[in-house]
């Protein structure tokens, strides 16, 4: 089976699966999810297996198992109107085509330059922005203490950063460098969980400074690792640094 049958096989799949997380008991919800992250991982396995090396099983495979546990959680939080979900089941499924083809192009590119690698940057950035702002949604929305807020962020975004990381260079292995970069951004982003977590601020504002800082440094490190880290660069995000923080003011709680 070619591997573009194996993508929209598997697409279909995880969407029916999505929908199928709709139906199981709130009290088994969450463990629903739990294994609605298994299967998306393994079914990605196979769906990649083709020119799969030991380390893309953590640098490769758990992205759009990610992508999907993001949306499965995020959907619980939809009305229950039968269009809206529609509508989400059909964009979740051309969205896990769209991964697996870039998790692909990383796969085949490894040791080599193709010129679709920069297409699929541009693609993953997107989708880990978008797993990000969900996944916050969700962490947010639920009210819980500071602290498992901080937990659950940083075990929701450490494998985003860390991944996202790792294909800007398509290392052979993986590198303390690269572990203690993907570490240092994660508790960043933890510490500002922790810092909306006493804040009145409403939610899709917290997960959109989360996703916007996660950008912020994401592409200060992507740059740093590809050599491309010059003064006019960084001057760039300095600005933009400027920008959420302004922003940031204006909507601070009790202003």
Not at 31 to 54: E, H, M, P, R, V
Not at 114 to 142: D, E, G, K, P, R
Not at 203 to 222: D, E, P, R, T
Request: hydrophobic content about 60%.
């Amino acid at each position: 089976m070619r591997r573009r049958e194996k993508f929209v096989i598997i697409s279909v799949l995880l969407s029916l699966g999505l929908l199928a997380t709709q139906y199981i008991p709130l009290e088994w919800r969450y463990l629903g999810i739990a294994g609605f992250f298994l299967l998306s991982y393994l079914s990605s396995a196979w769906a990649l297996s083709d020119d799969l090396q030991a380390h893309e099983w953590l640098t490769i495979v758990p992205f759009p198992a990610f992508y999907a546990s993001s949306v499965a959680l995020f959907y619980f939080l939809l009305p229950e109107m039968f269009w809206s979900r529609l509508f989400v089941i059909a964009i979740f499924g051309v969205g896990m085509y769209a991964l697996f083809l870039t998790s692909n192009i990383f796969s085949v590119a490894k040791g080599r330059t193709i010129q679709l690698l920069y297409a699929a940057h541009a693609i993953a950035l997107f989708f880990t922005m978008l797993t990000s702002l969900l996944f916050s949604n969700v962490i947010f929305s639920l009210r819980l203490p500071f602290y498992l807020n901080a937990a659950c962020l940083f075990v929701s975004h450490f494998p985003l950063v860390f991944m996202s990381l790792w294909s800007v260079e398509l290392q052979q292995k993986i590198g303390k460098e690269l572990l203690a970069y993907s570490l240092i951004l994660t508790i960043i982003l933890t510490e500002l969980a922790v810092l909306f977590s006493f804040l009145p601020m409403q939610i899709w504002n917290q997960a959109l400074f989360i996703m916007a800082f996660l950008y912020i440094g994401l592409s200060i490190l992507q740059s740093f690792f590809r050599g491309r880290l010059f003064r006019h660069t960084i001057n760039e995000y300095n600005l933009v640094s400027i920008l959420m923080l302004v922003l940031f003011i204006l909507m601070f709680p009790g202003k």
